[in-house]
């Protein structure tokens, strides 16, 4: 059974950095995508950054030049360096993936951790 587990999250000033991580475990044949998504109370979930197994990157406008998404495809890990963090990126933040298996492909959701940034 395919899980992924998000860590990283806590509490940090405007201004901040935080590191995400996600890790992606099973019986695993490939993964297409990752995403991050975020949620803030009262919001929909948004995405916030995306990648491709061919390495195609994308961001929200709202995060550009201070979120970095990569991946280590030999681990199954993703990772989002949020640098200059401010008040209105705090929200729980979920990975997401397009996963292939032996038997089919899917879209896997993490739990969420939380990312709170206040002063």
């Known amino acids: 059974q395919v899980q992924l587990v998000e860590t990283g999250g806590g509490l940090v000033q405007p201004g901040g950095s935080l590191r995400l991580s996600c890790s992606a475990s099973?019986?695993?044949?490939?993964?297409?995508?990752m995403n991050w998504y975020r949620q803030a109370p009262g919001n929909q979930r948004e995405l916030v950054a995306g990648t491709t197994d061919a390495g195609h990157l994308n961001y929200a406008d709202s995060v550009k030049g201070r979120f970095t998404i990569s991946r280590d495809n030999a681990m199954n890990t993703m990772y989002l360096q949020m640098n200059s963090l401010k008040p209105e990126d705090t929200a729980v933040y979920y990975c997401?993936?397009?996963?292939?298996?032996?038997?089919?492909?899917?879209?896997?959701w993490g739990r969420g951790g939380q990312v709170a940034v206040s002063s």
């Open positions: 997401n993936a397009l996963i292939e298996t032996l038997s089919s492909v899917q879209n896997y």
């Open positions: 099973g019986i695993i044949f490939s993964i297409v995508t």
